[in-house]
């Protein structure tokens, strides 16, 4: 049995374990441990099981075979320890960009030490130092999606989960950018939730997963998550990102390095 530690309230935990879980293990059904309302969504869930509960008291429960830890070593709030892990589990981390300096104090004193860490982009030197076990770099791929209509010509879309508030800062840099290329562009906004206060000339659609949208669009706009910036690696030269403040992620890191892997790139793209 497999169980995902996916904690954290927005989409990108579950986006990233789905991949993970394409990629690494074929899709083999797993059990999620998150506490995220997206995984209410069958698209986002898919054939895998959703469990809430103490970590530590789950673990000891199930006997997992393996446990995979997304993003957080210790767990979102350094609930997870080495007690959490039943004996004879295999561990996993998934690491990607932390602000380290700021999560560190959360580690409890008695960390989980990984069987294995794979490396979803390139670390901080002090978080780097800090992994266990073997360690080598991973690639995710998503799992086959449907095929969605294509967007009307000269559309941009504009992608987020939300809260309501950074959506509409989205919009507004869309809307800024196109006017300092002198277009006016259809406005497509993918979102789970359509805000109530949403303007009457941008179109809102609920796709799960959004990218096959990217081949249409003209221009992408998106913030810096770890999913948004992967998975529009292949259309860097019309991707757009406004990075936002978060607790742990680093998103401004990440959109600095990709802009100018952006750049270095031939046509703008990469992947």
Known sequence: MIVCYAQGGGLGHLTRIRAY?????????????TTSPFAADPRVLGPHRLLHGDPATVLHELKPSLLVVDAFPGGL?????????PPGTNTVHLARLLRWDAYRPLLPQTPI????????????PAHRAHLTGETAPLTLTDPPAPALPDLAPDSWLVLHSGPASEIHELLSYARECAEAERLQPRLVLAAPVRPADLPADVEHVDPYPAWPLFFSAARIVTAAGFNAVRQTARWRSKHLMLPFPRRWDDQFTRAARARVTGRRSPGGEVG
Do not use: K, M, Y
Not at 21 to 33: D, M, Q, W
Not at 113 to 124: A, H, Q, V, Y
């Open 113 to 124: 030490r990984f069987d294995r860490t794979w490396l979803l982009e390139d670390l901080e």
């Open 21 to 33: 879980l394409h990629t690494v293990h074929a899709g083999e059904p797993a059990t999620l441990l």
């Open 77 to 85: 709030t350094g609930e997870l320890t080495a007690g959490s892990v």
